[in-house]
């Protein structure tokens, strides 16, 4: 874990968003375009917000840049909770992001969640590698108990191997949620974790400890990662 602590909210943004347009351009520059997995919540909206901005949104030529999503709830774009609207509210629309380089996992209208799963999939296999698909740059945050995209603990989808988009139920929310699957996670160039709050301190010390087997742990050790976090997010031995 290459852990970077930030004092103040924005100071946290500011140093996810430096980190993340760097990656971009160094993949725009390498390969022609750069593709990125966004999160949802209200850590990334206020980074989308910064990205969005006249001081950043012309340091990257965001026309090559291909915006697909680690998770999404199962619900329409236009609803409150959907991770694809809020990054559209947030990012998309402020910086005239071309609709040819939005990729929702959920269909408008929206379809049956197993349809929808199986059509995410074969929009990635259209450019993946042969073992699978390559993302430039996974952005994630972390749930209060360790979850990453909606991979939560005790879940089927934690040992899919085979699929890179699942359905996966989560019943200690009532629900089902579309969701990238490890393989899809550990063979990325980059992933960033983007994490505040007191609430996730006890998850981020879990993380961190080799006999923890939270999702967010199981990543960690098994491939780099990058932790954008607060002071609040931390302990003074940090």
Known sequence: MNIQISERPEQLVAACAEHLISVLAESIEA??????????????????????SPALANRIDWGRVDCYFGDERAVPQGHPDSNFGMAQRH????????????FPMISAPMGDLDAEADRYQALLAEWAEPEGPVFDLMLNGMGTDGHFASLFPGTPALTERDRWVVVN?????????????????????HVCFLTAGADKRPAFQAIRQPDSDLPCAQLVRRRPTDWFVDRACTDTSD
């Open 169 to 189: 139920p989560v019943p200690q929310l009532s629900t089902q949620r579309l969701t990238l699957t490890f393989p899809v996670f550990e063979r990325a160039r």
């Open 31 to 52: 390969r022609g375009r750069a593709r990125i997995a966004l999160a949802g919540g209200s850590t990334p909206k206020s980074l989308y917000d910064h990205l969005a």
């Open 91 to 102: 990012l998309f629309v402020p910086l005239g992001l071309p609709r040819d380089n939005q």
